[in-house]
């Protein structure tokens, strides 16, 4: 199998959103005599809106899916979480397919759809439907602060993974994307990515993740130290990056994240394992995260430094740290208030003064053609 992806494609792939609807739509609200700033954020993401869209007036967000990608981490193994290393991503998996996690209640609440991706849960596929585990690259990963997460093979495996359920959503109807994880071990994975790509030491990027105490944290810490030192040889090569320190829900994440921004579909970080992917995800291609929206600032150190870096700002401050896509899940309604507020503002519709036939936007079957 090649096990080579021409990361260059996604450079000259990604356009910036529409600015010309951007622009429509702020003069679309001075032209309907309401004072500048009266509605606050939401009048700035009303036009993230329209711009992502093409389109002004905006369309009222409508097709919203809470988008999960799941995976185990060979770190888990010493003791770097609170959750259990073994059986606990099954575990959070199973509540979200059930309907009783957080983010399951939450999805329901705001009238958002629910997928489940597992590229990379140890447990046995046959516990998980079919299309949860249609994706799935292997079981658990390896050990980073000694190993590789991933091999080559696998590496773009999940990262053509990631493309794949992009194409699927955007030709699917889904126009927003509530991007979450579930994984035992991955706020230390984030905080690696983060912590090599930011050049900080692992005590700037070690956060509390599920709660530890200051003993773990320093367990988590040394962890992190150990596995920046296998992360810094390959800094210039973003798919080994993912294999030697990253995993296969990382992978996909970032394959995803970018493929995203190529069929122009928007999508909003949960926390720091999102934010780490984004991360990886602009030094293969400067404009995605213009496609992109911050949900929420978890707390996370690593969070905040990668959300410094990508020049993104959080909707929300609710120090959620959970993962499961929950701070993402809290911005949709500011988003659906942006659209529904903002979306009939004036009695005429934006009309661009040279309008030009959108291409056909390649899928990720087009895309690895050229590769």
Partial sequence: MDTTVDLD?????????????????????????????GLGKLEELGSWLSSVQGRSPVRPVSAPKVLLFAADHGVAALGVSRLPAQGGTAARVRAV???????????????????????????????FPDEVVAHRIRRGSGRIDVEDALSPEET??????????????????????????????????????????CGTDAAAVCGRGSGIDDRVWMVKCATIRDSLRRARPVLGDQLALLGATGGADFAAI??????????????????????????????????????????????????????????????????????????????????????????????????????????????AADLLRRL
């Fill in 156 to 197: 773009v495996r999940a990262f053509r993974a990631g493309m794949a359920v992009a194409d699927e959503e955007a030709d699917s109807g889904t126009d927003l994307v509530l991007l979450g994880d579930l994984g035992v071990g991955s706020t230390t994975v984030a905080a690696v990515l983060v912590g090599a790509l």
């Fill in 97 to 127: 397919l059930d309907g009783t996690a957080p983010v399951a209640r939450l999805a329901a609440r705001y009238g958002a759809e629910l997928r489940v991706v597992d590229v990379a849960v140890d447990a046995d596929p046959a516990e």
């Fill in 254 to 363: 970032t394959g995803f994240l970018l493929q995203a921004a190529v069929r122009r579909l928007p999508v909003v970080l949960d926390g720091v394992v999102s934010s780490a992917c984004a991360l990886v995800a602009q030094r293969i291609a400067f404009r995605a995260p213009e496609w992109w929206r911050a949900g929420q600032s978890s707390g996370e150190p690593a969070q905040a430094k990668a959300y410094d870096r990508l020049t993104l700002t959080p909707m929300q401050d609710q120090g959620i740290a959970m993962g499961e896509g929950v701070g993402a899940v809290l911005a949709l309604p500011l988003l659906q208030a942006a659209g529904d507020a903002l979306a009939e503002e004036a009695a005429q519709p934006f009309v661009p003064s040279a309008p030009k036939e959108q291409p056909k936007l390649p899928s």
């Fill in 9 to 37: 494609t996604f450079s000259s792939l990604v356009e910036r959103p529409d600015d010309s609807a951007r622009r429509a739509a702020e003069e679309r609200w001075q032209e309907a005599g309401r004072p500048r700033g």
